[in-house]
Nanobody, 122 residues
Framework: QVQLVESGGGLVQPGGSLSLACAASGFSLANHVLGWFRQAPGKEREGISFITNRDDDIYYIDSVKGRFTVSRDNAKNTVYLQMNALKPEDPAIYYC???????????????WGQGTQVTVSS
């Protein structure tokens, strides 16, 4: 069964850190672009980052650049999103997705995880 499973979400205070993991099963992440997305209540899903299969292209949107870091461990078939200096505008359900195209446009991603909740609150 082809699937992605996110983990690592939770509650953190402003300025804190969380590390999300996205584990793949049924297929190899090494052959795919992996994107990270988030959706806050009442807002559209937003692409925030992607990493290509050879790590030769990593992209972040401006609002997370310098705070979030994406990495991958092909041996573990897992991609990570390290989130530092979390802000009140970061809370959302965070999703990972795999696809063939290096883009933050969700329509190009074929396999999606179920999402993990990130809450930032004091």
């Amino acid at each position: 069964q082809v699937q992605l499973v996110e983990s690592g979400g939770g509650l953190v205070q402003p300025g804190g850190s969380l590390s999300l993991a996205c584990a793949a099963s049924g297929f190899s992440l090494a052959n795919h672009v992996l994107g990270w997305f988030r959706q806050a209540p009442g807002k559209e899903r937003e692409g925030i980052s992607f990493i290509t299969n050879r790590d030769d292209d990593i992209y972040y949107i401006d609002s997370v650049k310098g705070r979030f870091t994406v990495s991958r461990d092909n041996a573990k078939n897992t991609v990570y999103l390290q989130m530092n200096a979390l802000k009140p505008e970061d809370p959302a359900i965070y999703y990972c997705a795999a696809g063939p195209v290096a883009t933050i446009l969700s329509k190009f991603y074929r396999t999606w995880g179920q999402g993990t909740q990130v809450t930032v609150s004091s």
